[in-house]
């Protein structure tokens, strides 16, 4: 697999481009709660949108930084988690698209 395929997976899917779009969305709202008042509970939903990926990124960085880890290691975590998964629901939407057709062939690009 080269990189031309991955980052047609991870980005130009359909799905993938819709899920990605839904994660920046999430953590754009939490900016701006951020900066206009206090944002609360909003947090979460970055988290939770890249949940599966996210949970050992946050325990890796909790067991490293603890309780005085800085922010971007969070912010981090959430931005790798969703490229993983984003990878994944291109495989997927690729490999559901190809089902019955034979195996895969990659590219000669």
Known sequence: MNSRTLLRLTFANPASAVYLGLVR???????????VSDPGIVGIWPFL???PCSL????AVGAIGGMHASV?????GIVVS????SLALG???ETLRH???????????
């Open 72 to 76: 971007w290691y969070f912010v981090g």
């Open 99 to 109: 089902r019955g057709r034979g195996p895969l062939r990659p590219s000669r690009g």
């Open 25 to 35: 969305a999430s953590v754009g709202f939490e900016v701006v709660a951020a900066l």
């Open 91 to 93: 495989a997927l939407v």
């Open 56 to 59: 050992p990124a946050a325990g």
């Open 82 to 85: 969703a490229l993983v998964q």
């Open 49 to 51: 949108l890249t949940a």
